[in-house]
C-alpha cells in the first residue's frame, strides 16, 4: 500500500538549521519513481555515494502504474535507422505545441523563453545518453517502438513524427506493464550497485545553512525524524500535486476531481522549495487523461487514467444525450472536452461525460489495461452500467449520477437525454456506415488508430475505430470525467535541473526532476513517453552538475551518528 494513510503525515515545511545527521552521503535523493531511480543510479555510477529516500513503503511512484514509454529524441535505434531527428526541427516541433500563440518560426527561441528554449534543447541533448547509459548498465534495456506516432505527427513542424519512442525491453507485447518492469530493473540496479534505499521516509524540509542545502529531515511512520546530510547536494523527484486538493483548487485551471497519479504524489517540494525562496512555473498545467467519475471522486490507489477509450461501436455523450467530441483523440487532448466552458449557462456542461456501447464492443474490445472501462466479465466492473434498452440505460445512467449531485455542481441528466441519445446514436451509426466521422473526425490519424484497443475485425472497412451500434440491447455505459495523470508545475530549475530563487540564482545545492519540478511543455503533450524521456534526461543531466558540486563543510558540528 502506498496511500497517505501509510505514510508520516506532513509536517512544516521551513528549513531547519544543522544539527546532528543520522547518515550522510555525497547526494541524496528524494523520490523512487521515475525521475529519483534515474538520478541516483546516475550519481552513483559517477562515483558518489548515494542515499534514496522514498515517502511510500515501496518504489515506484507513478512511473510503477505507467506504461513507461519513453520519448527520446535522436535515440540510437532511429540513428541506425537512418532517421534524422536535427535539434532544429525537434525544437520547432515541441514549441509548436508548447506555446502555440507566441510560437515565431522566425525567433532564436522560437517564442519560448529563454528558460523553455534552454530545457528543450536540454531534452534532445541528453534524453538518448542518458537511455543508452540506463541500457548498458543493465537498469533499463529497452526496445524500440519504431512505428509508434508522436501525437501531433502529422503537423509540418514534425520532421520525425515516428521512432522516438522506447519502452523496457521485457514490457508485453502491449507495453501497458512497462512501468512494472521498468521500476523492477532500475530498482534491482540501484541495490546491486550501491544505492542506499530506504522506503517509508517522508522528507519535510531542507537543512539549510548561509542559503546553501546541507541535507534534509524526514519523519518515519513511527514518528521519528531523521537527518540526512548531502555532502554535495539535494536531488528532489517527488512528483506533481495531484492528490492534494488545495494546490490543485489554487493553481490549476480546470476543476479536476484528482487523477491516477500515485496517491503520494502531494506536492511536498511545492512547499518545500518555497520555503526556500524558489519561484514556481507552470502551475496552471498538468499532464491530463480522461478517467472514470466514481473511482478518481473515490480516490481509489487503484485508478489508471484512460489512455486509451476501448470500443469502436461507442460514443461519448454529454448530459443532454449529444456527442460532443472525437472519442478517440489523444488522451491529453481527449480530456479537455470536459472542461468546456458555457458562458451562457455559467456552468461547465461536460464536466460528467457517459460513455456508451453495445454488446459487440463488450464481446470484442474488452480489455483490463490501458484504464478502459470496457472490461471483461470477473474484473473490477463497479463503474459499468446496464440497460436491456436504451431507454432502460438512460434511466439507470440518470440514477447512477444523482449519487454524485454533491461533487458535479448537481449535474443531472436533462430531461430530453434519451430521444437526443437516440439521435445521436442514428448520427453516429449514420456516419460509421460510411467510415468518415463528419461530425469529429474520428480515426483520422495515425495515433487516434493507434489508441483504438481492439476490435473485432470488420473486412473491407476503411476505418477500424467506428462501427454501428447495435439496434438493440443490451448497452452499457460508464460515467467520465477529466482527470491528471500528474501535475507539470513546480520549482523552476535551470536547464541542469537547479532549483532558482525570485532572481533566477540557483539555490546551492538542491536540485529537482520530473514532475515536481515545473515543464517546459507547458500545455503540451508532445507525444507518448513525452513524461519520462524528458525526466531521465534531466535526471541525467542533474545528476552530473550536482556531482561537479564542491563538498560543502557542516558549520555546526553535525555528523553522521
Request: proline share 7%.
Amino acid at each position: 500500500m502506498s496511500g497517505p494513510g501509510h505514510v508520516a503525515p506532513r509536517e512544516s515545511a521551513a528549513p531547519a538549521a544543522p544539527a546532528v545527521f543520522d547518515a550522510e552521503a555525497d547526494m541524496v535523493v528524494v523520490g523512487g519513481g521515475g525521475g529519483g531511480l534515474p538520478a541516483a543510479l546516475f550519481s552513483r555510477w559517477l562515483g558518489n555515494e548515494v542515499i534514496l529516500l522514498e515517502k511510500a513503503p515501496e518504489l515506484g511512484g507513478t512511473a510503477r502504474k505507467a506504461a513507461f514509454w519513453y520519448w527520446v529524441p535522436n535515440n540510437e535505434p532511429m540513428r541506425a535507422l537512418g532517421l534524422e531527428d536535427r535539434e532544429e526541427d525537434f525544437l520547432r516541433y515541441v514549441a509548436r505545441l508548447s506555446r502555440p500563440h507566441q510560437y515565431d518560426p522566425g525567433s532564436p527561441t522560437l517564442g519560448l523563453s529563454q528558460w523553455e528554449y534552454g530545457l528543450c534543447r536540454a531534452i534532445h541533448e541528453s534524453a538518448s545518453p542518458a537511455a543508452e547509459l540506463l541500457r548498458e548498465r543493465g537498469a533499463l534495456p529497452y526496445r524500440h517502438c519504431a512505428e509508434v506516432p508522436d501525437y501531433w505527427a502529422e503537423i509540418p513542424e514534425d520532421k520525425a513524427p515516428k521512432g522516438r519512442v522506447l519502452v523496457p525491453l521485457e514490457a508485453r507485447e502491449s507495453m501497458s506493464d512497462g512501468g512494472q518492469v521498468g521500476v523492477r530493473t532500475m530498482g534491482a540496479a540501484a541495490r546491486r550497485d550501491g544505492v542506499d534505499v530506504r522506503t517509508g521516509h517522508r522528507v519535510q524540509r531542507l537543512v539549510s545553512a548561509d542559503g546553501a542545502v546541507l541535507g534534509v529531515e524526514a519523519t518515519t511512520p513511527d514518528g521519528s525524524t531523521h537527518r540526512f546530510r548531502a555532502r554535495k547536494a539535494v536531488i528532489f523527484a517527488t512528483g506533481g500535486f495531484t492528490h492534494n486538493p488545495e494546490l490543485r483548487q489554487n493553481f490549476l485551471n480546470v476543476p479536476v476531481y484528482g487523477g491516477c497519479a500515485a496517491t503520494t504524489n502531494e506536492g511536498d517540494f511545492v512547499a518545500i522549495a518555497s520555503a526556500a525562496g524558489a519561484q514556481l512555473r507552470n502551475m496552471n498545467y498538468a499532464w491530463m487523461c480522461p478517467v472514470p467519475l466514481e473511482k478518481v471522486v473515490a480516490g481509489r490507489e487503484d485508478l489508471v487514467g484512460m489512455f486509451s477509450v476501448a470500443g469502436d461501436s461507442m460514443i461519448f455523450v454529454d448530459k443532454r444525450g449529444r456527442r460532443v467530441v472525437n472519442e478517440k483523440l489523444p488522451y491529453n487532448e481527449l480530456a479537455q472536452a470536459f472542461f468546456r466552458w458555457d458562458p451562457m449557462a455559467g456552468e461547465y456542461p461536460n464536466l460528467v461525460l457517459v460513455q456508451v456501447w453495445d454488446q459487440r464492443s463488450q464481446d470484442h474490445s474488452a480489455s483490463d489495461e490501458y484504464g478502459r472501462l470496457i472490461v471483461p466479465r470477473g474484473q473490477d466492473d463497479a463503474h459499468v452500467i446496464e440497460g436491456a434498452t436504451l431507454e432502460d440505460l438512460a434511466r439507470s445512467v440518470g440514477e447512477r449520477l444523482a449519487r454524485y449531485v454533491r461533487v458535479t455542481g448537481g449535474l443531472r441528466l436533462a430531461d430530453d437525454f434519451l430521444p437526443n441519445l437516440r439521435a445521436s446514436v442514428a448520427r453516429f451509426n449514420e456516419l460509421a456506415a460510411k467510415g468518415v466521422d463528419e461530425d469529429f473526425h474520428r480515426g483520422e490519424r495515425a495515433v487516434q488508430q493507434l489508441f483504438n484497443g481492439v476490435v473485432k475485425d470488420e473486412p473491407g472497412r476503411t476505418n477500424p475505430t467506428m462501427w454501428p451500434l447495435s439496434d438493440s440491447g443490451p448497452y452499457y455505459a460508464a460515467l467520465v470525467t477529466g482527470g491528471t495523470l500528474d501535475t507539470k508545475g513546480g520549482p523552476k530549475t535551470t536547464s541542469e535541473g537547479q532549483v532558482v530563487d525570485d532572481v533566477d540564482r540557483p539555490i546551492p545545492g538542491l536540485y529537482g526532476v520530473g514532475n515536481c519540478v515545473a515543464s517546459a511543455s507547458a500545455q503540451a503533450y508532445w507525444a507518448g513517453g513525452a513524461t519520462l524521456g524528458p525526466i531521465i534526461a534531466f535526471a541525467y543531466r542533474a545528476a552530473r552538475a550536482a556531482h561537479a558540486e564542491p563538498v560543502r563543510p557542516l558549520p555546526l558540528a553535525g555528523r553522521a551518528g
